[in-house]
């Protein structure tokens, strides 16, 4: 398996706009092959993120690397390393209620955002699993979030 840095280098030479694009590729073909393909970045699985558009009313989905952890899963919003916020972080602040498709199961998910000990944890298990993140990060002027997606109750 290659290593993680030939991902996170692609990814972050692709631009706000490329990375746009190419999650416009991957979300049907995801969908269509129920995860099978498009489903991971080397060892890190991706999931289809569905959020309200802040603006538009509309329903957006984007794929997202993920970590599972229990019940919740966690993702983090570095845009791979632009200094843009994506458009689904900002979905999620502005309605925190969601769905994640994670293979071809679907479910409800309300989103909040980890801090202190919780995100240097979730942060570290990230980079676990994906090396990405800590180069994504010195990249940025800002603090990338991360952010755990519950279970809804509803």
Known sequence: MPDDSLYYRFSMSLGATGLRWAGK?????????????????N?????????????SGQRRTAPVVYL????????????????????????????????????????????????????ADLWRRHNEQFEGFDEYQKKLDRTPEVIVLEPSAG
């Open 25 to 41: 590729l991957n979300t049907p073909l995801y969908r269509l092959s129920g995860g099978r393909l498009g489903g991971k970045v």
């Open 43 to 55: 060892r890190a699985p991706v999931l289809l993120l569905t959020t309200t558009g802040r603006r």
């Open 68 to 119: 599972a952890d229990g019940a919740r899963v966690v993702v983090i919003n570095t845009n791979a390393g632009n200094e843009k916020v994506p458009a689904w972080s900002l979905n999620l602040k502005a309605n925190p209620e969601a769905e994640v498709e994670i293979g071809r199961e679907k479910r409800a998910v309300v989103a909040r955002v980890a801090e202190g000990e919780e995100r």
